[in-house]
């Protein structure tokens, strides 16, 4: 860029290459065609003043000798008259001077003639070196021009080739992480959100929730669970806000496309059992649509305190809901404060009618167990007492049984075997 001062308003402006190139050729053009008729004016003038030096000069000697001749013609005369013979001889000599005279005259004119020439011939040929100079330099500026076009050319399509070489590059990348996504299942395709949710809130938790809860929710007792709970408490203990948090995303190239929709009945309820505050659904999915796409998504219309959000949007949410938590914490403290005065003294009044309807239960209960201990008591001495009898009458058939074993012989068992009666004769007999 160039920059030109107005010489009347002295206002400096900027001008590129091309613009200044055409501001000097202009310029040269006016100031050549502006020199050009000075010099022809000048030319003109100077022409017009040597032809009147040259006359003057011409008639200066014409006058002189005209003078001269004048004097002449006296001095004949006053020869013819002193002596006309004398001199007629001389005529003849003076018509040669005459001549002569005459002659010289005509040279004259034909040298300023020609002088005249010369210089007529030398000006044509310095307007002419002059029109050649500034047609070299027209050409000159004309082949820059032709230059800094063609190097503004290859510079365009230097740039042309390197932007298309890059997108190129850019369009190879993109193809290369769809075809990664398309490959990816949907469960890794979820937990790469959920890693990159885990991953935000990590880096956030030592400088802006040091005291927070946020892990993956692994309680499924209930039959389903959420992906992530977030809690936080006051140095009380009392809480200040808790979240649930689904994350759901989607490949282009899955065969069915989900809804944000389908995911918000199951979410509320995995909210509601495990006791959290608000919730909210992490989503990719409708990556098309102009409703998800614009920001923080309320779905209070269709479940209490439910949002839909972006990923960028994770950190923002959790921090608009603790701030709005951490406003409202001052009177949640105070509610409890009066809640804890009214139910001290709602408890000592039913702990005390608890204490007596249960002391009085306690009472019956003991006397009814007292009774039936007695009862039972008595059972066990009835049992007790048939228990000796029937041991009594156990020991007599014990001695009874004795005093059979004792009557009882080898030659009463052999009785009636012979078989036997012979084993038993050998075993008795000496041996030989």
Known sequence: ???IK????????KVD??????????????EFEKALQEREVLSVTEKKLAVAEALATVEKECDSLKAELGRKADEIKLIEANIKGSMRENLAEKDTQIAKLQAQMQTHDAELKAKLQVQEAEKRLAVSEAVNKVEKEREALVNELKSKDAEKKLLEVSLKDKYAAELKTKDEMIAYYRDMKAKLSTKMVGETLEQHCET???????????????????DAKTGSKGDYIYRESDESGNEIISIMFEMKNEGDETATKKRNEDFLKELDKDRNEKGCE?????SLLEADSELYNSGIIDMSHRYPKMYVIRPQFFIPMITVLRNAAMNSLKYKSELALVKSQNVDITNFEENLEAFKSGFARNYDLASRKFKKAIEEIDKAISSLQKTKEELMSSDNNLRLANNKAEELTIKRLTRGNPTMSTKFAELNEPAE
């Open 278 to 282: 608000y919730a909210v659904l992490v």
């Open 6 to 13: 107005c010489p009347k308003c002295n206002e400096v402006f």
């Open 1 to 3: 860029m160039n920059e």
């Open 17 to 30: 290459e091309s613009g200044f190139a055409d501001i000097v050729k202009q310029v040269r053009d006016k």
């Open 200 to 218: 935000e809130f990590n880096q956030l938790r030592a400088a802006a929730f040091p005291t927070a809860y946020f892990e993956k929710d692994n």
